[in-house]
């Protein structure tokens, strides 16, 4: 009967048994199963057969049970079942399988390939209770697959939602169930076949904007960096969005077979849901529920059903159970026609709006409007189908470097090639600087593992990847060199010996020179340039890489080639031709390479540049003129002193010191120097100031203008003008005297400790030549007031130049006695020495004078 309750089951084999149970004969043909009061008679005409009471569609059961003699099949979408009971066990089980097979083929038309659609009528099986549900657990072996998904996925990045809770540095999948959910499945292809030859075009004026600018972005806005970094730079035209989902950008073969393909015509994509244990056990077993929305977490958009193409966004929604394990959903998403919201404060009513615009889905461009993620929301739950559960952990900062450094102890290749990738990735993307410096030096520090592991990286297919990793060889690169701060501010690398472990990814790092991301490209240059000399078999892809179309990978390979040392010497041509790019950029990062090279060419095309059209070229052609030193550039000293008169100050800044770095060698350029002293920019004020000094006795005309730079209102100024008076040789009293009392009046009373401590430096310096000549006595009155000074190096220097004093005082009374002694020509060799051990009449004299002082 089509309604038995207890009663009804109660009374099977009892007298009272017919007033609920009733004889029908059965037959299982096809997709159908039919029922008859009588035994029907096939050979018969039909006009004769009797009509059947009962026929049952197949493809409609969603379950069939056994318990003793009773068959029990429960009609998907209906409250009641039927329920028939046979002559004996066997006969049941017997009816039962031959049903569930029919069925199986029945239903299977309806469902993906390979679905197990005898465990979906069978319930219990699989570890659900709902009817034409089947969970399987996948094995282990698919979990590194998965794994490549949720870190491809993974974005290191927080919003509200997580309640001030950490990011987990990684989320570690500890095993996947398929779900296969026929109800779910069936409602969800029919949803999916209604967009199916509609049209997902954009709106007219977005449609312009993709095919002309490639983006639905504005041509005003700039792009976001880090979300190209993930993904591809192709767009989602259909979609309206500048970057494609970040799931469909993984291209890998084992995850693909398990997922299976997707429908671009519906706009079908494989998107994220987290929640709690109970709620994926819910949702699989039946379906997602818009009645739920908001219970959870908040619902920016509207009540909807969220999702999310991060797993960090995911994993903010997610319960950690009493096993300290988390839970999401992978599922199949179809968008439709998506309405793309990019403010800040989404209107309250937009999801409304979006359903009366005749919208299927919302995407939520939280990236592009505060930097975030990108939400996808649905108001029809039949729009997704929830197709996997994912049971994972999440790693704190102290579990995630424990497994760097096991990784790097057992050597373990799989789970480096995993890892060690991820590790660079957030060492370049943590929001936090100094979690990004600690990750850094863990690399470093396990190198001889790190590095094959990420030269491997550098050919995985997916930019994100390949950016990053490039970015943490070049930074392990720049460890195995030290940047020294030259006097003039420019700066140098040396580099240390013996052939570091990072030489190793020279070759996949010339590889990426020639990659399709111009970031990849230059990050590779950049990679080199900090490997120096080890980076020598690369020379010839440097070369070619001149020839970039990117003018910002031109400029690293020339700055590249510039720290290769003599390797680079073939590279001169090519260098000499980029000295005449088009672009600024190239222009000056290639007289840095040739300043470095410094040949005789080099030198020509430096001086030549000198007077470029562009300042910032001409800036850096004087800086590496100054750089080859007065041995190689002694025929620029003209043309930079020319350049003194430039106007721009930072040309003038270059040239100055320039000259200095030339030293004596820029004699000739003394008289431009001198005005540069009075320069409106200070620091040019000062590096003409430091020029001079360098160029020491042959600056003696600049004497009374250097002095007169104590006067400056720049301190800086007139620290550079106390030191280099100390270095002029003066000999002529005059000028001599000038100095002295600038030193003295303005130097050393000074309000800043550093002018002070210069000049009483200078006056020391002075001291030790004997150049104080009369203005000897004035220094010792200056030094002995300076000794109250507030400055310890400013007193340190007073009392050093007073015992300074005394002792060539003494040296001077020894000598003169010496002198008397050598004029008289009298006594012996025991009256000198006790002559010496004595005392003279002078000594006497100064002695008498201080008593009658006293």
């Known amino acids: ?97 031959a049903v569930k097979t029919a069925a199986s083929v029945a239903i299977g038309r309806s469902l993906p390939p390979g679905w197990d659609v005898r465990a979906m009528l069978s319930s219990g099986q699989g570890g659900s209770t709902a009817k034409l549900v089947h969970k399987e657990k996948l094995p282990s072996s698919v979990n590194c697959a998965f794994q490549k998904l949720i870190d491809h996925c993974f974005v290191c990045k927080s919003t509200k939602d997580r309640r001030g809770q950490a990011v987990p540095f990684r989320l570690e999948v500890e095993d996947v169930v398929r779900v296969q959910n026929g109800a779910a499945w069936m409602d969800y292809a029919k949803a999916r076949s209604c967009f199916e030859g509609r049209s997902m075009m954009l709106e ?64 079908e994509y494989w998107l994220f849901h987290g929640t709690s244990a109970a709620g994926v056990q819910g949702i699989s077993d039946q379906e997602f529920r818009l009645d739920y929305a908001g219970t959870h977490r908040g619902t920016l958009y509207g009540k909807g059903i969220y999702f999310a193409e991060c797993t960090t966004k995911a994993d903010e929604y997610s319960h950690v ?54 939400e996808f929301i649905l108001f029809d739950s039949n729009q997704v189908y929830p197709a996997f559960v994912i049971r994972y952990k999440r790693w704190t900062e102290a579990a995630f470097c424990r497994s760097i450094r096991e990784t790097a102890e057992t050597r373990d290749a799989a789970a480096a090639a995993a890892l060690f990738p991820h590790a660079a990735i957030l060492a370049e993307e943590h929001p936090d600087s100094s979690v990004r410096y600690r990750l850094s030096l863990l690399l470093d520090a396990h190198a001889e593992a790190v590095v094959p592991a990420l030269s491997r990286a550098l050919s995985d297919p997916r930019r994100r990847v390949r950016l990053h990793v490039t970015k943490a060889l070049m930074n392990m690169a720049g460890q ?3 940047v020294e701060a030259l006097p003039d501010g420019s700066t140098f690398r040396r580099h240390r010996e013996g052939k570091p472990i990072i030489a190793q990814a020279v070759g996949g790092l010339t590889t990426c020179l020639g990659d399709d991301d111009r970031f990849v490209r230059r990050a590779a240059a950049r990679a080199l340039e900090r490997l120096g000399e080890h980076a020598a078999p690369a020379v010839p892809a440097l070369i070619r890489s001149l020839k970039d179309l990117e003018v910002e990978v031109r400029a690293a390979v020339a700055t590249a080639l510039g720290q290769l040392g003599s390797a680079a010497s073939q590279a001169l041509p090519a260098l000499l031709e980029a ?76 040239s100055a010191r320039a000259l200095g770095q030339l030293g004596a060698k820029s004699a000739a350029a003394v008289p431009e120097l001198i005005p540069c002293l009075k320069d409106s920019d200070h620091a040019v004020r000062r590096a003409a100031a430091v020029a001079l000094g360098r160029i020491g006795t042959f600056a003696t005309p600049a004497a009374a203008a250097l002095a007169d730079c104590m006067r400056d209102e720049n301190s800086q100024v007139r620290e550079a003008a106390a030191t280099s008076m100390s270095r002029l040789g003066l000999t002529e009293k005059i000028a001599s005297t000038v100095v002295i009392q600038a030193l003295i ?16 430096e200078s006056l020391a310096d ?89």
């Open 321 to 374: 159970d009493e096993d300290g394990y988390c839970w999401m959903l992978l599922c199949r998403v179809a968008l439709g026609k998506a309405m793309v919201c990019k403010d800040k404060k989404p209107p309250p009513d937009i999801l409304s709006e979006c359903q009366k615009q005749g919208y299927d889905s919302l995407i939520g461009d939280r990236w592009a409007a505060v930097g975030t993620f990108r």
């Open 745 to 760: 009046k303005r130097g050393l009373t000074d309000f800043v400790a550093e002018v002070r401590q210069s000049a009483a």
């Open 579 to 654: 000295a005449d790019d088009p672009e600024e950029l190239v222009r000056v990062a290639a007289m840095g390479a040739l300043g470095h090279l410094g040949t005789e060419e080099s030198v020509a095309m430096l001086i030549t540049h000198l007077s470029d059209a562009s300042a910032e070229v001409k800036s850096a052609a004087a800086a590496a003129l100054g750089m080859l030193g007065p041995g190689r550039a002694a025929s620029a000293v003209e043309p930079l002193a020319k350049t003194l008169r430039d106007s721009q100050a930072h040309v003038r800044l270059a």
């Open 480 to 482: 195995t060199s030290l």
């Open 1 to 97: 009967r089509l309604k038995v309750g207890r009663l009804a089951r109660a009374s099977a084999g009892t007298p009272v048994a017919g007033l609920f149970w009733k004889k029908r004969y059965a037959q299982l043909k096809g997709p159908h199963l039919t029922c008859w009061a009588t035994v029907p008679d096939f050979r018969a005409p039909k006009s004769k057969q009797p009509k059947p009471v009962a026929v049952l569609l197949l493809s409609q059961l969603e379950e069939v049970s056994v318990e003793g003699r009773t068959v029990t099949l429960h009609v998907r979408g209906q409250a009641v079942s039927l329920q028939a009971r046979a002559d004996s066990e066997s006969s049941a089980s017997s009816w039962a399988a």
């Open 204 to 267: 007219p004026w977005l449609q312009r904007q993709v095919s002309e600018t490639g983006s639905t972005e504005s041509t005003s806005s700039p792009t976001s960096p880090t979300f190209g970094a993930l993904s591809s730079t192709a767009s989602t035209p259909s979609l309206g969005l500048p970057y494609p989902i970040l799931t469909s950008t993984l291209r890998h073969q084992s995850l693909t077979e398990i997922l299976g393909e997707t429908e671009s015509q519906s706009n």
């Open 766 to 854: 002075l001291s030790r030549l004997e150049q104080l000549g009369s203005q000897r006595d004035a220094v010792q009155h200056a030094m002995t007031v300076r000794l109250k000074d507030e400055s310890t190096k400013v007193r340190n220097t007073a009392s050093s130049v007073l015992k300074l004093f005394e002792i060539q005082r003494e040296a001077s009374l020894r000598q003169d006695r010496a002198e008397r002694r050598a004029n008289s020509g009298s006594g012996s060799e025991i009256e000198d020495e006790h002559d010496d051990d004595g005392l003279d009449l002078e000594d006497i004299a100064r002695i008498v004078r201080t008593m009658a002082g006293k």
